[in-house]
């Protein structure tokens, strides 16, 4: 395997803009905020420095990518940026975040991780011209420790940005991959019988995958009738006249500015959803249900088919986002 060097560097560099712009697109739909990632740097590090480059705990994820092979790499958040993030995701506005990184907010930091993997991997896929795809992510929040795997190597490479919300900086942002990551996304050739090796001790990773989890984590939907004899949480009484906006999306359509300008009465506008399949429903812009479209006497409905769980909606918004 070839070594890391200046030119690598600053490959994956001229690459850095296109991937932290996916990962904004994708953060913003989750947490409904304008989130985006600036000034990027890329830099070699030591993996015996790995542990002093992030003194004290913090939030990271430890995120399986595959690829033609298997890579690991760690998401590191600064705790503050980290706490906003929770208390956004859980529907605050940022100004009280959590003093402490809670089980409550590991959980939702859990689901903003992958959302934020998912992002690097869609980035990855389009910067490579290959399918890329996240396996399983660990939230954990603790001092940052190397994988096992990368214990035998010299370098590790550092993609850092800094994250703003709503255009205010709220902290660091960090990806960190081994090198034969690093050599991947610079367009080396990284197949041989020691990465198939790592691959297949990655592939043997303890860690729960995302399926998992959802299946783990997911409830079943509580018929109407079942859920009015249960108690509601405490103090919801006083948001259920609230109104909210409910959505039925019928498809999308990416389109150049061109194609827009050339539309006409009778154009035909092909959507991406197959004719049957079950549409979205949306409450406030953010993915709750899907259903089957009906119709009750003069008028369109709906009739739900499917609840979306929260780890399903971020999956869905990040797919969204980077289609």
């Not at 003093?99 to 907010?105: F, L, N």
């Not at 109104?243 to 359509?253: C, H, I, N, Q």
Request: aromatic share 4%; charged share 20%.
């Amino acid at each position: 395997m070839a070594s890391l060097n200046l030119e690598h560097i600053n490959t994956i560099t001229g690459k850095q803009d296109s991937l932290w712009g996916t990962v904004s697109i994708a953060l913003s739909e989750a947490i409904n905020r304008q989130a985006s990632l600036s000034s990027p740097l890329t830099t070699l590090l030591p993996v015996s420095e790995l542990e002093n480059a992030f003194a004290g705990k913090r939030v990271y994820g430890v995120a399986t990518l595959q690829t033609t092979t298997a890579y690991t790499l760690l998401i590191v958040l600064e705790t503050s940026s980290a706490a906003m993030l929770a208390d956004i995701a859980a529907g605050g506005d940022g100004s009280s975040p959590p003093q402490d990184i809670d089980e409550g907010s590991l959980q939702i930091l859990q689901q903003v991780l992958f959302v934020i993997a998912n992002g690097v991997a869609q980035s990855l896929a389009n910067l490579t011209n290959s399918d890329c795809n996240v396996l399983q992510v660990e939230c954990r929040y603790e001092p940052v420790e190397p994988p096992v795997e990368w214990l035998t190597q010299d370098n590790l490479v550092r993609l850092d940005a800094v994250l703003h919300v709503d255009g205010s900086p709220v902290g660091a942002m960090a990806v960190l991959g081994d090198e034969r990551f690093a050599l991947w996304l610079a367009g080396e050739e990284t197949e041989s019988p020691s990465a198939q090796a790592d691959a297949a001790a990655v592939g043997a990773s303890p860690f729960q995958t995302l399926d998992e989890a959802t299946t783990a984590s997911s409830q079943p939907f509580v018929p109407l009738a079942q859920a009015a004899s249960q108690p509601l949480p405490a103090g919801i009484e006083l948001i259920l006249d609230v109104p909210l906006e409910l959505t039925v999306e019928l498809g999308r359509k990416r389109m150049f500015i061109k194609d827009v300008l050339e539309l006409t009465i009778g154009s035909i506008v092909e959507l991406d959803r197959i004719a049957g399949e079950p549409v979205d429903v949306l409450v406030n812009g953010r993915i709750m249900a899907r259903g089957e479209v009906v119709v009750i006497e003069d008028n369109f409905g709906i009739r739900i088919t499917e609840i979306i769980n929260p780890q399903e909606q971020l999956v869905e918004i990040s797919r969204r986002a980077v289609a």
